[in-house]
């Protein structure tokens, strides 16, 4: 039996029918699943779509990068160098409880291409490693201001190779640089991934005409 990941949950339309479209939302390094429970309101999500959305704590563990302090991290970050250096051991283990989520979203009856599977930051790196090795088609994948960190070591999915991903980041982001979105952006496009790419004039953060492109992409991939 799975330990699953503490998470908040918010529901859209839950009276409107049965739930059957979920997004699995992760948070960045040192917030916790509460970040993102706001936004969903913003969204703008058609009433006639009944979504649950998980927004997962990430366990708390050292930090290498600010100074070995505990907090909550999906892993750990060895080195801020434009590269990244981080601890994919750490990555795979917590992408690991995100698909034990996925799992859970299943066995309550959302089938797997009704999930989307999205990250901010820390949170987007997982999300990159999770989805893009699915062995089960998903709705789609969304990336905020993030960076693709496993490429090395993700197992590419075929299933997943025609994923809608949306990569979206700020132009004046000081903690993840707008290079490293784009990197992910030209990776992902060359290899074949259907790729809508955003940018908007914001630092490490989400905007309002931000989240209403979020709401119409999500309206398009869980429809």
Known sequence: MSNYLDAVVVEHNPSQKKIDRAVIWLHGLGASGHDFEPVVPQLGLANDMAVRFIFPHAPKRPVTVNGGMVMPAWYDILE?????????????????QIRDLIAREIERGVKPEHIVIAGFSQGGAVAYHVALSHPERLAGLMT???????NDNIEYSAANRDLPILIEHGTHDPVVPVMLGEQAQQLLTSKGYNVEYHTYPMAHQVCMPQIQNIGRWLNTVLA
């Not at 434009?82 to 992408?95: A, G, M, P």
């Not at 905020?144 to 496993?150: E, H, I, K, N, V």
């Open 144 to 150: 905020l201001s993030t960076y693709l960190a496993t």
């Open 80 to 96: 801020m160098s434009l590269e990244r250096k981080v601890d994919v051991t750490q990555i795979e283990t917590s992408s690991q």
